[in-house]
């Protein structure tokens, strides 16, 4: 530990260098990604914030089990049916996807439209099954 106190002294440049750097890489990673919700918080902004469930895998993956509610626009789609998303434009958005990476792009696409409630489920439907959770298949 003393060790540690003599080097930050002797290279206090260095330290804050560091830290500066720490602090903007922080600071850029919570501005590009939307905020993430885990599975159980998703399912109560579903049922009491009267938010869009948007699930952006495939349409194959979606019909092999969604979240009960979600709309399906294929990640590969958003650009081209972004319209059919205006009317949530003031609401709650959770974007679902199959493993929680694939969220935060769709995220960023929808911030840049103006959408200011965005979230990303964490884990995606991969985690929703593991948990348990109910999946339709309707």
Known sequence: MDRIIEFSINHWDMVLALLATIAMLIFTERRKAAPSVSPQQATVMGNKDDSLMLD????????????????????????????????????????????????????????????????RMTGGMMEWTNQGLPVSKK
Request: positive net charge; contains cysteine.
């Open 56 to 119: 952006i895998r495939s349409a194959a993956d979606f019909k092999t089990g969604r979240v009960l509610g979600a709309v399906n626009i294929p990640f590969a789609e958003m650009t081209k049916r972004k319209g059919e998303l205006e009317k949530y434009k003031d609401k709650p958005v959770v974007i679902i996807c199959k493993t929680g990476q694939t969220a935060a792009s769709a995220a960023n696409l929808l911030r840049k439209d103006g959408f200011s409630d965005v979230y």
